[in-house]
């Protein structure tokens, strides 16, 4: 079983569209969980780190997580064509406040149609 | 936010031939420093990661005598990719940080002839 999973896509929404990206993890022990954006060719940027479960907010973003299922999701309200990339979730390995190592998912691809 | 740098963003090389990727943090000292590598259309894959001041320490089936990680001080980690061969050409990223804030490296395109 992978680390971390999402489904790869690519996930298809209008323009002014909820768009909904899952993940699940396998290791119980892991406290810290992040969504990053990549656009072709370039490096990852931090979208959203979510630490307990429940939902947070920022902006048209919203992480949701549950520890319990051992699921995270990404919600993008308002989907707008530049939000079209590669949606990766990540998990650390290790306590909270420590470096860890990151292990990633494959990634889902996020089309976004004007 | 933090800065990480890396150098060169992108390198053409001829197989058999060595490449040095250095990876900096710009305003702060990471004892810590990852190296991941992402081929088309794949997740990132980390490579190993780079301690300051000792051996880096690679993850399962990584050669690490062909990728030599040197993190000779608190600023700088550099990635040599020995003798490369096309099945090298990648996207080559690292990571820095301190706690939860962690920051990527803007890449290195290498492209092995």
């Known amino acids: 079983q992978k680390e971390v999973e999402q489904n790869s896509g690519p996930l298809s929404v209008p323009e002014g569209a909820i768009a909904s990206l899952n993940c699940t993890y396998s290791?119980?022990?892991?406290?810290?969980f992040f969504w990053y954006r990549q656009y072709s060719g370039k490096s990852p940027e931090l979208i959203m780190s979510?630490?307990?479960?429940g939902d947070k907010e920022d902006g048209r973003f919203t992480a949701q997580l549950n520890k319990a299922s051992q699921y995270v999701s990404l919600l993008i309200r308002d989907s707008q064509p530049s939000d079209s990339a590669t949606y990766l979730c990540?998990?650390?390995?290790?306590?909270?406040?420590?470096?860890?190592?990151?292990?990633f998912g494959q990634g889902t691809e996020l089309s976004v149609k004007p | 936010g933090a800065v990480v740098s890396q150098h060169p963003s992108w390198v053409i090389c001829k197989s058999g031939t060595s490449v040095k990727i250095e990876c900096r943090s710009l305003d702060f000292q990471a004892t810590t420093m990852f190296w991941y590598r992402q081929f088309p259309k794949q997740s990132l894959m980390l490579m190993a990661t780079?301690?300051?001041?000792?051996?880096?320490?690679?993850e399962q089936g990584v050669e690490k005598d062909k990728f030599l990680i040197n993190h000779a001080s608190l600023t700088l980690s550099t990635l040599t990719v020995t003798s490369a061969h096309p099945e090298d050409s990648s996207f080559y990223i690292c990571?820095?940080?301190?706690?939860?804030?962690?920051?990527f490296g803007p890449g290195t395109r290498l492209t092995v002839t």
């Open positions: 290791d119980r022990g892991s406290q810290s």
């Open positions: 979510i630490y307990s479960n």
């Open positions: 990540a998990v650390k390995i290790g306590r909270r406040n420590q470096g860890g190592k990151l292990i």
């Open positions: 990571r820095a940080g301190f706690g939860d804030e962690q920051y």
């Open positions: 780079s301690n300051e001041g000792s051996k880096a320490t690679y």
